[in-house]
């Protein structure tokens, strides 16, 4: 790995090097519950690789497939609400399983619909396929048969790989079953490579089967792959350049080791370009869509712009762990290394430092164009003081980026998001002011930018032998009924000299 290149860039110089023409990149997930940060890894990575690529003249294809062919093996918090009317559904394919708000197709369709939303949001370039559909049209047909085929040699390489023992019973198939369903609860009793009988009667502790016993063949595609080996047939199956996957999949004994030795031993195939992903982390925990763990993107979108998303996820090395931290302090940092990010982006990149160089990339990236000039705490601050938008506007001398930003500044406010220092009223003589405030209000001079207020109140607290600090205090107290504040000079500057003189008495 270059030491001054971005993952994004050495990735893709990677299948330019080994690959051939078209090349394709490949990514899924299993759309059963709400997107959160670590969703959006699968398809912002992928596709910062495309683009790469495309930059480079080639030609490239992400696809992007949405597993909702997996059982159904427990209710999301975020569809508590239903829970009654989901629970009999347990352990059938996602697809099979109904969306309760009668918005999609099915419960699979209803949280991919979401994704499919977020996708144009980020500005992803994606071929979307659902699997179900894929096995619907007889895609694996062909790996089935040959899984069935070679059981004895699937089953040791999956047993040897991950380092557990798998059930006399074990098979490469999973039945959905023609009386209740269910994939989940059954298992194949015979075959002869092509005709397989099964029964439903497996319990996997969320639910049992219910007993049935039937026959069907793969050309009926009422099955899937078992997952170790349904991984490495779609890789065939796409043709599939390189595709990358998180540190579970890739520790010892992960989903990765079994990918390969089945791609290489028993295929007799080539193996992709892999790539590993560290975790996203939310406060230090693992994102968890079961348990409730870290903020849902759809709520993370109406605070920040997506192409803030984009930077936090895409500018960190690329097994790093992220943690996110979705305090108002964390995202206004993030929005100001952003901007920072976006000047170096019009620099020579041989004058910048490795840092500066990923920082400049990882913009390049994330976004088109800068949407906005102004800082995004100056936005807030005018707002809070006007609540005005055209009046914001002319304050920052960016009304294009007033009006990008405002949809976010105002769910802010209605969340109360805001830093403490910026949840505040202007109510001058609220707090009886001192004497030593309003000589310092009264020494302003009207026009005084947000620097030269700034120091005025340095030198006023030096030459009359005051605490810096508790001159802040004072103002603050007596232009916002408390010691605390954003910064005074920009505070003061943002009112006017003049009508903060007159508000306090002292023109």
Same mark, same amino acid.
């Given at each position: 790995?270059?030491? /001054?290149?971005?993952?994004?860039?050495?990735?893709?110089?990677?299948?330019?090097?080994?690959?051939?023409?078209?090349?394709?990149?490949?990514?899924?997930?299993?759309?059963?519950?709400?997107? /959160?940060?670590?969703?959006?890894?699968?398809?912002?990575?992928?596709?910062?690789?495309?683009?790469?690529?495309?930059?480079?003249?080639?030609?490239?294809?992400?696809?992007?497939?949405?597993?909702?062919?997996?059982?159904?093996?427990?209710?999301?918090?975020?569809m508590e609400s239903f829970r009654e009317t989901?629970?009999? /559904?347990?352990?059938?394919?996602?697809?099979?399983?109904?969306?309760?708000?009668?918005?999609?197709?099915?419960?699979?369709?209803?949280?991919?619909?979401?994704?499919?939303?977020?996708?144009?949001?980020?500005?992803?370039?994606?071929?979307?396929?659902?699997?179900?559909?894929?096995?619907?049209?007889?895609?694996?047909?062909?790996?089935?048969?040959?899984?069935?085929?070679?059981?004895?040699?699937?089953?040791?390489?999956?047993?040897?790989?991950?380092?557990?023992?798998?059930?006399?019973?074990?098979?490469?198939?999973?039945?959905?079953?023609?009386?209740?369903?269910?994939?989940?609860?059954?298992?194949?009793?015979?075959?002869?490579?092509?005709?397989?009988?099964?029964?439903?009667?497996?319990?996997?502790?969320?639910?049992?089967?219910?007993?049935?016993?039937?026959?069907?063949?793969?050309?009926?595609?009422?099955?899937?792959?078992?997952?170790?080996?349904?991984?490495?047939?779609?890789?065939?199956? &796409?043709?599939?350049?390189?595709?990358?996957?998180?540190?579970?999949?890739?520790?010892?004994?992960?989903?990765? %080791?079994?990918?390969?030795?089945?791609?290489?031993?028993?295929?007799?195939?080539?193996?992709?370009?892999? &790539?590993?992903?560290?975790?996203?982390?939310?406060?230090?925990?693992?994102?968890?869509?079961?348990?409730?763990?870290?903020?849902?993107?759809? %709520?993370?979108?109406?605070?920040?712009?997506?192409?803030?998303?984009?930077?936090?996820?895409?500018?960190? %090395?690329?097994?790093?762990?992220?943690?996110?931290?979705?305090?108002?302090?964390?995202?206004?940092?993030?929005?100001?290394?952003?901007?920072?990010?976006?000047?170096?982006?019009?620099?020579?990149?041989? !004058?910048?430092?490795?840092?500066?160089?990923?920082?400049a990339i990882a913009y390049e990236l994330s976004?088109?164009?800068?949407?906005?000039?102004?800082?995004?705490?100056?936005?807030?601050?005018?707002?809070?003081?006007?609540?005005?938008?055209?009046?914001? !506007?002319?304050?920052?001398?960016?009304?294009?980026?007033?009006?990008?930003?405002?949809?976010?500044?105002?769910?802010?406010?209605?969340?109360?998001?805001?830093?403490?220092?910026?949840?505040?009223?202007?109510?001058?003589?609220?707090?009886?002011?001192?004497?030593?405030?309003?000589?310092?209000?009264?020494?302003?001079?009207?026009?005084?930018?947000?620097?030269?207020?700034?120091?005025?109140?340095?030198?006023?607290?030096?030459?009359?032998?005051?605490?810096?600090?508790?001159?802040?205090?004072?103002?603050?107290?007596?232009?916002l009924g408390k010691e605390r504040g954003p910064?005074?000079?920009?505070?003061?500057?943002?009112?006017?000299?003049?009508?903060?003189?007159?508000?306090?008495?002292?023109?």
């Amino acid at each position: 790995m270059s030491e /001054h290149k971005h993952w994004s860039e050495w990735l893709a110089e990677r299948v330019i090097a080994e690959k051939l023409e078209p090349y394709v990149i490949t990514s899924g997930i299993t759309t059963s519950g709400p997107a /959160h940060l670590g969703t959006l890894c699968e398809f912002l990575f992928p596709d910062s690789i495309r683009r790469q690529l495309e930059k480079s003249g080639k030609k490239v294809t992400f696809y992007f497939l949405a597993d909702i062919l997996d059982a159904f093996d427990s209710v999301p918090l975020a569809m508590e609400s239903f829970r009654e009317t989901l629970a009999p /559904h347990l352990g059938k394919p996602l697809c099979d399983v109904p969306d309760p708000t009668g918005k999609a197709g099915s419960f699979g369709d209803h949280f991919l619909d979401e994704v499919k939303l977020l996708m144009i949001g980020f500005g992803v370039k994606a071929t979307i396929m659902r699997m179900n559909d894929l096995y619907s049209e007889g895609k694996f047909d062909e790996w089935a048969r040959f899984y069935l085929k070679n059981e004895p040699e699937a089953k040791r390489i999956v047993e040897e790989t991950s380092g557990k023992q798998e059930k006399k019973d074990w098979s490469p198939i999973m039945p959905i079953c023609a009386s209740c369903g269910r994939i989940a609860t059954t298992r194949v009793i015979s075959h002869d490579g092509e005709n397989y009988e099964y029964a439903c009667d497996k319990d996997v502790k969320y639910v049992k089967g219910c007993g049935f016993q039937g026959k069907a063949k793969i050309a009926d595609h009422r099955y899937k792959i078992t997952w170790r080996l349904h991984w490495p047939a779609w890789k065939q199956i &796409f043709k599939t350049s390189i595709e990358g996957a998180g540190m579970d999949h890739h520790t010892k004994g992960g989903s990765e %080791d079994t990918c390969k030795e089945v791609t290489l031993s028993l295929m007799k195939a080539d193996y992709h370009i892999p &790539f590993k992903y560290g975790f996203i982390l939310f406060q230090g925990k693992k994102y968890s869509k079961s348990k409730g763990i870290g903020m849902g993107v759809s %709520d993370l979108v109406r605070l920040v712009p997506p192409e803030i998303i984009k930077y936090i996820l895409i500018k960190p %090395d690329l097994e790093e762990n992220v943690d996110i931290n979705p305090t108002a302090e964390s995202m206004l940092k993030t929005m100001d290394d952003f901007q920072k990010a976006a000047e170096l982006s019009g620099k020579d990149r041989e !004058a910048l430092n490795r840092h500066e160089r990923k920082m400049a990339i990882a913009y390049e990236l994330s976004a088109e164009k800068l949407n906005w000039h102004a800082q995004f705490l100056d936005v807030l601050l005018y707002y809070q003081i006007y609540h005005d938008w055209e009046e914001v !506007a002319k304050m920052t001398g960016d009304g294009e980026g007033v009006t990008y930003l405002r949809p976010y500044i105002e769910e802010w406010i209605a969340r109360d998001f805001m830093p403490d220092d910026y949840r505040f009223k202007y109510q001058p003589g609220v707090v009886k002011p001192s004497e030593a405030a309003k000589k310092l209000i009264a020494s302003l001079n009207p026009g005084m930018d947000a620097l030269a207020v700034h120091n005025a109140i340095f030198e006023f607290a030096k030459a009359n032998g005051i605490e810096p600090k508790a001159l802040f205090a004072d103002l603050y107290q007596t232009l916002l009924g408390k010691e605390r504040g954003p910064r005074l000079g920009k505070l003061i500057a943002a009112l006017g000299v003049t009508r903060v003189k007159k508000d306090m008495g002292v023109a």
